[in-house]
């Protein structure tokens, strides 16, 4: 079992940063990739990026590219998204997630557990 709890978020003016960062409890979570997604009001959640088990690999999506980046420490079972030049369609609830390591080398992202999420507001 892995709990997750994410911290970091907040309100920030366009062009800003901020820092995310996700916190996991159980002696496992370094064995499976992990993940941020967000869902902003009245849309689906969507992939944000993703790091494999041991650090190396780092996908994103198209819109967060070359601004967001995601690393992670296991020795702290913790993984990041520092989020630069921050924009307005920014605004989301982020959430961070556990995906099972076989289905992150695929593509698939099968998520085995998710956070509660941390509210991402971007003013202009």
């Known amino acids: 079992q892995v709990q997750l709890v994410e911290s970091g978020g907040g309100l920030v003016q366009a062009g800003g940063s901020l820092r995310l960062s996700c916190a996991a409890s159980?002696?496992?979570?370094?064995?499976?990739?992990a993940g941020w997604f967000r869902q902003a009001p009245g849309k689906e959640r969507e992939f944000v990026a993703a790091?494999?088990?041991?650090?190396?690999?780092?996908p994103s999506a198209d819109a967060v590219k070359g601004r967001f980046t995601i690393s992670r420490d296991n020795g702290k079972n913790t993984v990041y998204l520092q989020m630069n030049s921050l924009k307005l369609e920014d605004t989301a609830v982020y959430y961070c997630?556990?995906?099972?390591?076989?289905?992150?080398?695929?593509?698939?992202?099968?998520?085995?557990?998710w956070g509660q999420g941390t509210q991402v507001t971007v003013s202009s």
């Open positions: 997630a556990a995906i099972a390591s076989g289905s992150f080398y695929s593509g698939r992202y099968e998520i085995a557990y």
């Open positions: 159980g002696h496992t979570f370094s064995m499976y990739a």
């Open positions: 790091v494999s088990p041991g650090g190396s690999l780092t």
